[in-house]
């Protein structure tokens, strides 16, 4: 969906879904206010991120979201609509098969879900944690 500034819905701030929390809909910039925007100064970006209010904001290409809040990049960190892009990537640089292909399979941040979730749970051996 195509929205102009100031007409980003708000309906997802922060209900419990499976006990974890929503992302926040971005509050949408004009690229005149944009801190992401590269084609103006580093100063002019600085001065526009300090003049931002809003917790969760992105501009009109999309391409960035800026959060003021750590529970809202927990949220977007844990909802389940997003998943590891490490695969994918491989698949788009042309890496479907051998051995960095199988390496990545293998590792935590290749896997979505369950797997990913059992892998971090997995305990370590007392001689890969440092002593206290």
């Not at 931002?52 to 990049?73: A, H, K």
């Not at 977007?76 to 998943?83: E, K, S, Y």
């Not at 059992?118 to 051996?125: A, Y």
Request: proline share 6%.
């Amino acid at each position: 969906m195509q929205w102009t500034a100031g007409q980003v819905p708000l309906d997802c701030v922060h209900q419990p879904l499976d006990n974890v929390c929503r992302v926040r809909e971005p509050t949408l910039l004009p690229m005149s206010e944009s801190p992401f925007d590269l084609s103006v100064s580093g100063a002019e970006r600085h001065r526009r991120a300090e003049r931002i209010t809003d917790d969760v904001v992105t501009d009109e290409t999309g391409l960035m979201v800026g959060f003021q809040r750590s529970d809202d990049v927990e949220a977007l960190l844990t909802d389940r609509h997003f998943g590891a892009i490490a695969m994918t990537t491989l698949q788009f640089s042309g890496v479907t098969e051998g051995p960095l292909h199988d390496l990545w399979s293998l590792l935590m941040f290749g896997k979505d879900g369950d797997e990913h979730r059992r892998l971090r749970r997995r305990p370590t051996s007392r001689s890969d944690s440092p002593a206290a």
